[in-house]
């Protein structure tokens, strides 16, 4: 039974729970160890993979993504989204250009500008155009397909026992993780999310399950849980960085450094402040 279990992020897709518990384990583990925590208390930890569930029927591994391109990026709220990360991305790096005062939807081969002009940033650097749509389209179905939104959260629910103390999550992980610690009573001590959307209103904050209420979302669980949001502030994903105005000052927001890696999930659980996060959740019987 697994103390700690980690949610991953977006685009895993091809990958699997132990390929992905691999390479996050001796990772968070380092994080543990520059935080002074107890290795040993966290046991073996738990992957609650969902990405098999964007993976298209009857591709092989050598095959990837479907060949998406600008002309697959949809109107509406993949086309606010991506106008999102334009936005930050120009904020976070001088190399990067800013959008006009006009949307996307108002501007021809805008969608085409955005994606050019995140192809310079620093954390895209190297993701092919086929897969940042894909990504992109891999969070608005989470958001606009109930069965999938619930089999994702079934994933990490059936991962979840009397002795699980810690639920650490990652980008798209953190929605997931999110509504599925809602769902149900648990007995998790501590909840760390690294680089979260959940604070984008509208887009998904206004989205999530249960729906917040007068503009505040609710507790993923007992009122003793301690939750952690850790964030780079050059992260692209995490446009709301401070998520205190969303769900209240018992949100614990800390704020690392990651570098060039903004968003890498390797990145953030290898600093002292995420260990910290998971060692006062391990703490105790």
Known sequence: MARVVCVHGVGKQLLGERTLLRDWWPTLLDGLTRAGGD??????GAMAFYGDLFRPPGESLAVG????GPQDVEPGWEQEQ???WWRAAAEADPAVAPPGADTLARVPGSVQAALRQLSRSRFFAGIATRALVFDLKQVHRYLADPALRAAARSRLAALIEPDTRVVVAHSL?????YEALCARPHSVRALVTLGSPLGIRNLIFDRLEPAPIDGLGA????DDLVWTNVVDRGDVVALEKDLRCRFGDRVHNVVVHNGSHAHDAAAYL??????????GGLGGP
């Open 82 to 84: 991506l106008l999102a």
């Open 270 to 279: 290898t600093d002292r402040l995420t260990g910290a996060a998971i060692a």
């Open 173 to 177: 992980g953190t929605l997931v993780a």
């Open 219 to 222: 507790w993923p669980g007992p």
């Open 39 to 44: 290795e040993a208390a966290a046991g073996d």
């Open 65 to 68: 993504d479907p060949l998406l």
